[in-house]
């Protein structure tokens, strides 16, 4: 167990839908960093959270929006949803801005999202 | 930006095999790290290498980095089915990358018994 905590864990929607992925980090950890992994695409980078703002940011399309909250917990909202958009979604967290062998990232068990 | 390109894309052995997974950079690496990651579940980081020439190793398995820290590669000694999985190598573009991590395609691994 890693300690990162991703729900839901399934999330079946329709095109054009919204909805919104929810992650807690590690206890302790600032950063948050979202990924998006899919067959043809492979792990991407969509952004990165370090205790409240935001640090860096990825492939993430205009449709998508995150946010990190005073608690440190992070949502991904994906709007206006594409058959496209299917994939799994995972968050990871570390304690500084920066990842190191101290501290590398730690994965959460992700959420798969499926568009119909 | 960085690019990271994994090779083979899969792999099938026999247990008790060795065997080894490359990850080759098109830029000088500030940090390499491997990951595996089993079918729909989240990624476990197996180790990190910083410095050129560096190897690290974790019960049978060992990274290293090359000289020039352009390439890595993983090496399964004695494969176990538990070894199987999806290996990902990760580089991090140090200064102002903020500790994201650029992924290559990873190679997917099956030992059979």
């Known amino acids: 167990d890693s300690g990162v905590t991703q729900t839901p864990k399934h999330l079946i929607t329709a095109t054009g839908q919204r909805v919104t992925l929810r992650c807690s980090p590690r206890?302790?950890?600032?950063?948050v960093y979202w990924y998006q992994q899919s067959l043809d695409q492979g792990l991407q980078f969509l952004i990165q959270?370090?205790?409240?703002?935001?640090?860096a940011k990825g492939n993430i399309l205009e449709r998508f929006s995150a946010q990190q909250f005073p608690d440190l917990h992070s949502e991904l909202n994906l709007s206006s949803l594409e058959l496209g958009d299917s994939a799994l979604y995972f968050c990871?967290?570390?304690?500084?801005?920066?990842?190191?062998?101290?501290?590398?990232?730690?994965f959460g068990n992700g959420t798969r999202l499926t568009v119909t | 930006s960085q690019e990271l390109e994994q090779s083979p894309q899969s792999l099938i052995v026999q247990e008790g095999k060795n065997l080894t997974i490359n990850c080759t950079s098109s830029?000088?690496?500030?940090?390499l790290y491997w990951y595996k990651q089993k079918y729909g579940e989240g990624l476990i980081f197996l180790m990190m290498?910083?410095?050129?020439?560096e190897e690290k190793s974790h019960e049978k398995i060992t990274a290293k980095l090359d000289e020039k820290k352009q390439q890595s590669s993983l090496h399964i000694t004695a494969s176990q089915p538990s070894h199987a999985g999806i290996y990902l190598c990760?580089?991090?573009?140090?200064?102002?990358?903020?500790?994201?991590?650029?992924f290559g395609q990873g190679t997917i691994l099956t030992v059979h018994p």
């Open positions: 830029k000088t690496l500030y940090g």
């Open positions: 290498l910083q410095k050129g020439g």
């Open positions: 990760g580089a991090d573009e140090g200064g102002t990358s903020y500790g994201k991590l650029t």
């Open positions: 990871a967290s570390s304690p500084t801005q920066v990842s190191s062998y101290n501290s590398p990232l730690h």
């Open positions: 206890s302790g950890d600032l950063s």
């Open positions: 959270y370090y205790n409240g703002e935001e640090r």
